[in-house]
């Protein structure tokens, strides 16, 4: 090889920690210009930089006779150049078929299969392929055009997973050109002179319109580009990994179900993601959308066809009445809530569906049981203790007069023990669940307002308001206990008996 390639090649390994001593690496190899080079300059390398190549060849099974001559040359070379070779035959027309893919994409994920395969069998830890800075300059102008954003600039990246390319610091012609100078023959495939691929139209058509009548150095400043590109994105990830650990946390499934809860009873992988709003908001836009489609990405356990007006889609999300949604692929589904954005599966959001309705009729049946009915309620006893089946819940009661205290100050007045006129109850309390028509009295004035309302502004999720008990004087709420007690009911100069309750678990 003419060493001034050599050396740009060996300078890029180098650079980034491609290969190790000791490495086994798979390096496919079609028979065309690009994979011939890769080889060879692998087998120049592999003494000197102590590793191992192994050939796999996948012949397509689409050109007939010319697939077999393509076979039958990269059998003969790796012969003469002493390297192990693995060939699989696949009808990729009929895979396409079948997954309903195009040829294009069911070569790639057949050869993907089949590179892997082979680093199972002999042990291989690495593969290499043969891409080429105009590869990476097509496929920048090909993630443009789809509108993959920023991470689509960034274009083939040197080094993914186990995944190296060597060759990415050389043009096509580059390649050609040392192919020619060492007197080296190659195989042509004429499907990568037709148009019917995506690839080959910008191949054929817009990078050389580029290059002769915009600029000659478009492959090279496009690559330059996508270099720029990854180090923003690495940094913009480094970001994005300190907002996930803040503001991203699963949602599980037993919230929605406390039964399952109580059972102990939990998923390997959550019902779904919740971004937090009030962190969301301090982000920069940009972070805000990298977030998102993390999130769905997360959720979908894929990458692919998840676009940036998707993100934009959950983005709009953000500020919206609380239970607006939108559709995202990969059946999944952004919905607004109290507290941000969730990312969910649709079976997930059908599945919360159904364990709310089915606790729901549970609950009714049990109060059914209790009550013969309709809603459960159970009348306290003043004074005394009053428990609430299938809770756990005991409700104390004690009646003094005010002159046993010193000031209302010293009345106790906490989450779960408060302290009311009994003067003015007439009717006797009962412990229960929400009804229609149920009213609370949020100030000094006697204004009403309706517990659903309440609910709503304390932002308490639907799914928990039937969830919540109540002390109640017929259709008044007396306390709402852990959040309210009604206005109507404070202690004033002309009390003279006081109520004190106290909600204990049992």
């Not at 639907?462 to 004087?473: P, S, V």
Request: one cysteine or more; proline letters at 3%.
């Amino acid at each position: 090889m003419m060493d001034k390639k050599r050396k740009k090649v060996e300078q890029y390994i180098e650079q980034y920690q491609m290969i190790g001593r000791g490495d086994r690496i798979v390096t496919g190899v079609s028979g065309g210009a690009d994979s011939v080079c890769l080889l060879f300059v692998l087998c120049e390398l592999r003494k000197k930089l102590g590793f191992e190549v192994i050939v796999c060849h996948v012949n397509h099974q689409l050109r007939a006779e010319a697939a077999e001559q393509d076979e039958a040359y990269v059998k003969e070379l790796c012969r003469k150049l002493d390297v192990p070779c693995r060939i699989f035959h696949e009808n990729v027309e009929l895979i396409a078929k079948n997954g309903k893919k195009s040829l294009e994409e069911a070569g790639r994920i057949v050869r993907s299969n089949a590179f892997e395969t082979v680093c199972r069998e002999s042990g291989a830890n690495k593969i290499a392929t043969a891409h080429h800075k105009n590869d990476n300059a097509e496929t920048v102008l090909l993630n443009l055009a789809r509108g993959s954003g920023l991470q689509g600039m960034c274009g083939i990246r040197p080094v993914y997973g186990n995944r190296i390319r060597p060759l990415l610091c050389l043009t096509r012609k580059e390649i050609e050109e040392w192919l020619e100078e060492e007197q080296i023959s190659y195989c042509t495939d004429e499907t990568n002179e037709e148009d019917e691929y995506t690839r080959n139209r910008i191949r054929h058509k817009i990078l050389p319109v580029m290059e002769q009548e915009i600029n000659r150095q478009t492959v090279e400043h496009i690559n330059r580009l996508s270099l720029q590109a990854e180090e923003i994105w690495e940094y913009l990830n480094l970001q994005a990994d300190a907002a996930w650990r803040q503001m991203v946390h699963p949602v599980d499934v037993s919230e929605e179900n406390p039964e399952e809860k109580q059972q102990g009873k939990k998923e390997e992988k959550p019902a779904g993601l919740k971004i937090e709003e009030e962190e969301y908001a301090e982000l920069p836009g940009i972070l805000q959308s990298l977030l998102i489609r993390r999130c769905i990405c997360e959720m979908a356990e894929a990458q692919k066809d998840i676009e940036a007006v998707h993100m934009e889609a959950v983005r709009g999300l953000f500020g919206r009445q609380v239970g607006k949604s939108r559709d995202l692929p990969y059946q999944l589904r952004a919905v607004r809530t109290y507290a941000g954005v969730e990312i969910r599966r649709r079976s997930e959001d059908r599945d919360q569906k159904k364990n709310q309705k089915k606790n729901q009729k549970k609950n009714q049946k049990k109060a059914q049981e209790k009550e013969g009915a309709g809603q459960q309620s159970v009348e306290l006893k003043i004074p005394g203790e009053t428990y609430f089946p299938g809770t756990g819940q005991k409700v104390c009661c004690e009646i003094c007069g005010r002159e046993e205290a010193v000031s209302g100050k010293e009345l106790p007045q906490k989450s779960y023990t408060k302290c009311f006129d009994y003067d003015i109850i007439k009717s006797g309390l009962c412990i229960r669940y929400r009804r229609p028509g149920d009213e609370l009295v949020i100030d000094s004035r006697g204004k009403r307002q309706k517990l659903k309302s309440y609910f709503i502004n304390e932002k308490v999720p639907k799914e928990k308001r039937d969830r919540i008990l109540l002390i109640a004087e017929e259709e008044q709420i007396v306390w709402i206990p852990g959040m309210r007690m009604s206005a109507a009911y404070q202690i004033g100069d002309q009390t003279t008996k006081i109520l004190k309750i106290k909600i204990v678990e049992e």
